[in-house]
């Protein structure tokens, strides 16, 4: 999802990750192909729960929409490639157990910037 605020992946949330109950962790761990990527669940009206991971904020840096959605693009294509391929073409990552979405911008996602 990108807004003139903000840039995050966001996904429809297991039915069973609502924050009806605030005895509920707010965050998910979601396993794509890159790793382990931690979203915040949040309940959206008519729609249900929802998690999401944000990429940027704010948007300052880009300078075009062109540019958003290729870093768009990148990002995503970063997060469905599988961690041993994103290990051999980024930066070394075996001493981190699960990706966390500095590790994820600085290491997956630079690479499809160069």
Known sequence: MVTPW????????PGDASQASPA???????RF??????FAVSEIALVGPIASCSLFSPMFEFED????????????AALLSSADRAASH?????????????HFLRGLLTEGRA
């Open 65 to 76: 929409m062109a540019t958003v959605r290729a870093t768009a693009g990148a990002a995503l």
């Open 24 to 30: 509920r962790d707010p965050h998910l761990s979601v």
């Open 90 to 102: 980024g930066p070394d990552t075996s001493h981190i157990s699960s990706i966390d979405r500095r």
């Open 33 to 38: 192909p890159a790793g382990d990527i931690e």
């Open 6 to 13: 903000f840039m995050n992946v966001v996904m429809l949330a």
